[in-house]
């Protein structure tokens, strides 16, 4: 039985919510070590859009008969994803100037790896379920 696209996206949902939170409650001891809250929050949303948008082209890739179309699909998700970033990060690093927050950005590159992280598993349950296990 196929699981829902949302019922999928759950997880993702939830890192999401969970991160927002605590960068919520614990946001003056991020000040106290120059983490730029704002920053957090915006590559929050950024990697849970782009996990959402990447793990919709690795469902819709498994249920093709060709298995090359789950390899483009990882490597365009791939592609998206590092171009909007780099995009992302250096448009952030342009526009704040000397009030740049680097560790916001390492805080961000700790999320993508959660994020990702969530998202295979995700992705490979999913198709260990259509390939029954093969």
Request: positive net charge.
């Amino acid at each position: 039985m196929q699981q829902s696209f949302a019922k999928k996206m759950l997880p993702l949902f939830f890192a999401f919510v969970l991160v927002n939170s605590l960068v919520l409650y614990y946001q003056k001891d991020l000040d106290q070590h120059k983490i730029d809250s704002l920053v957090v929050f915006a590559a929050n949303i950024l990697l849970f859009i782009l996990s959402v948008l990447s793990l919709a082209m690795h469902t819709r890739s498994i249920d093709k008969k060709n298995p090359n179309a789950s390899v483009r699909a990882v490597m365009a998700a791939t592609l998206m994803k590092l171009m909007v970033l780099s995009i992302a990060a250096l448009v952030y690093l342009f526009w704040a100037g000397s009030s740049r927050s680097l560790e916001a950005i390492f805080a961000g590159m700790i999320l993508y790896v959660v994020y990702t992280f969530i998202e295979v598993r995700i992705a490979s349950k999913t198709n260990q379920n259509n390939n029954g296990g093969k």
